[in-house]
């Protein structure tokens, strides 16, 4: 580039106050595309994150990255700060083929328990000090570590019933009180979807809970480590959360991948995936206030059928743009598949009708539960989370926007067509299940007002400049060596995305950073001390969607 720009500059004042305040921990540099990396010593980890948060004030960890080279193990954590994400900085830990051994980050940040056991289940780094190191996404007897090189995918895998705590072995706390345990799930409808929650219960209060996912483990990250950037990948992120956030999730791969090569994106393309992706949240958002009716108080005959009913129309709408009504596949590398639909005045009128009755249908929404007796007594002051533990869970989207966390990413790391829209951040600070379904009820109005915007700039954009695509290569292949970490604000929250190229046309290492993951991962916290209708809706109010939890 000719020039500096003032972003670079900040960045480059903030790499080095880091690397003053590291000096004495920081082996080597390793940058990453998006932040500086310090590389550090496994036994030295929990130093180092503890002066970053409370010196630096990175006081979100988002994600944890685990993989294998063919001379050491790494881990690598993310670390950003809630009040300004465009200030990042990757702490990378190597440890020797032989003994993959590092110290815990949970005592530093609690979400990283469930990271970690995620990276020693699927590659087997051990971390020492952790709480609670077991498998999370496969059985505990599995064999082997499925992301290692030398993982052999033919070795017989039987779990005998031995091999399993028993459910009806005596069970009590450590005060001597008699507790049951209850198992919720793996099959069962307030789940939303095949989710085993073991709870233990003291008369019938919660004293205990551990969610445990992974029945629906689908080997995303490897298939797409199998995949070419170029058109391989894409279709794989629709099936993260399949009920809403398609067009957010193939966002979150497309700025990924498209920082990491240097694509551009056009600007009328810009807007069209800044439409998209806001008809994207309202179709989540949609599902997520009408299932949680239907959880908190089996309301099925209006709410969640209302719900059913705009969702339909939403569908429609992308029916028409991408010719799919689940399955979207409509962003490209660079821009989007193709134009929006001739003739284009039809278009837009659907889309004004949609968005003209939306008000309306909002207003039914509130009838029928915020101001509704029966759901206040089952939500307000349930499943309360505080801002602080919002932020030790690494809890994102309207989860930790509802417990008073001012973070959005279209906001606080601009990408798309938003800065150039008005729009407002929606928050509250009771942090509870009432709370959290305000939060969406409102962020539906603000899609809408940005969508509304979206249309307006499209009907009058120029027919000679309406590019929806750069110039890609045919054949994608990264520097070498190269690593980023990018993420979008998804309907759940902060979707990411990690990479490391190796110089051809897949990449080395792909991992997915889902918001319910985390998010899930905080329901120990808000459901603890109620009572178990509390934990259903506590659970319902995370909209979570465990094809992306398990991924």
């Known amino acids: 580039m000719s020039s500096q720009t003032s972003s670079e500059t900040q960045n480059g004042t903030v790499e080095e106050s880091l690397a003053d305040i590291l000096a004495s921990y920081t082996i080597a540099h390793d940058d990453h595309y998006n932040a ?144 049951m345990y209850l198992n919720i799930g793996p099959h069962h409808p307030a789940t939303h979807g095949v989710l085993h929650i073991e709870t233990i219960l003291s008369g019938e209060q ?28 894409m279709p794989y992120p629709d099936r993260w959360d399949y009920l809403g956030g398609q067009i957010l999730n193939e966002w979150a791969y497309a700025r990924t991948a498209e920082d990491l090569a240097g694509l551009d994106v056009p600007d009328y393309a810009q807007l069209i995936r800044t439409m998209s992706g806001e008809l994207s949240r309202i179709l989540s958002h949609l599902l997520a206030i009408g299932t949680f009716a239907l959880d908190v108080y089996g309301e099925f005959t209006a709410t969640f059928m209302y719900t059913l009913r705009d969702r339909e129309v939403v569908q429609s709408i992308f029916e028409d743009l991408t010719g799919q009504r689940l399955m979207f596949n409509y962003l490209r590398l660079g821009g989007v598949a193709w134009d929006l639909p001739e003739p284009r005045a039809e278009f837009f009128e659907k889309l004004r009708e949609f968005l003209d009755d939306l008000p309306h249908k909002l207003d039914e929404y509130h009838d029928l539960l915020t101001t509704n007796e029966l759901f206040q007594l089952r939500c307000v002051d349930t499943g309360v989370l505080s801002a602080d533990m919002a932020k030790q869970y690494g809890c994102t989207g309207p989860v930790a926007r509802a417990s008073g966390v001012d973070y959005d990413l279209r906001r606080d790391d601009p990408y798309g067509y938003y800065p150039e829209l008005d729009w407002e951040v929606v928050t509250a600070e009771e942090g509870d299940n009432y709370a959290r379904v305000l939060c969406r009820l409102q962020e539906v109005e603000q899609s809408a007002r940005i969508i509304d915007q979206c249309v307006d700039l499209l009907e009058d954009w120029p027919e000679d400049s309406r590019e929806i695509q750069s110039n890609v290569p045919r054949t994608l292949r990264p520097d070498e060596d190269a690593e980023i970490y990018r ?36 329901l120990e916290e808000m459901a603890t001390g109620g009572y178990v209708p509390d934990l259903i809706a506590s659970l319902a109010s995370l909209d979570i969607v465990l094809g992306e939890v398990d991924r």
């Open 206 to 233: 919660v004293v205990g809970l551990d969610p445990d996912p992974g029945y629906l483990h689908r080997c995303e990250e490897q298939m797409c480590q199998n995949s070419t950037y170029r058109n391989q990948i």
């Open 36 to 179: 500086p990396g310090f590389v550090v010593r496994p036994d030295e980890v929990q130093d180092v994150l503890r002066v970053l948060r409370d010196e630096a004030g990175f006081d979100h960890c988002p994600n944890v990255t685990a993989q294998e080279y063919g001379d050491r193990f790494e881990s690598i954590y993310h670390l950003r700060k809630y009040d300004d994400p465009t200030e990042e900085v990757s702490v990378i830990v190597p440890t020797p083929r032989d003994d993959p051994v590092s110290q815990s980050a949970e005592s530093v940040y609690r979400t990283a328990e469930w990271h970690e056991r995620e990276a020693y289940d699927l590659v087997g780094i051990h971390y020492e000090d952790h709480p609670d190191l077991r498998r999370i996404l496969l059985p505990e007897t599995w064999q082997g570590h499925p992301l290692r090189i030398d993982y052999d995918q033919d070795e017989p895998q039987v779990v005998t019933l031995e091999s399993h705590a028993n459910p009806l072995e005596d069970d009590h706390r450590e005060d001597g009180a008699d507790t």
């Open 487 to 522: 993420a979008v604000e998804a309907a759940k929250g902060e979707l990411g995305i990690y990479i490391r190229s190796d110089g051809t046309d897949k990449p080395a290492r792909f991992h997915i950073r889902s918001p319910c993951f985390s998010n899930l991962h905080a």
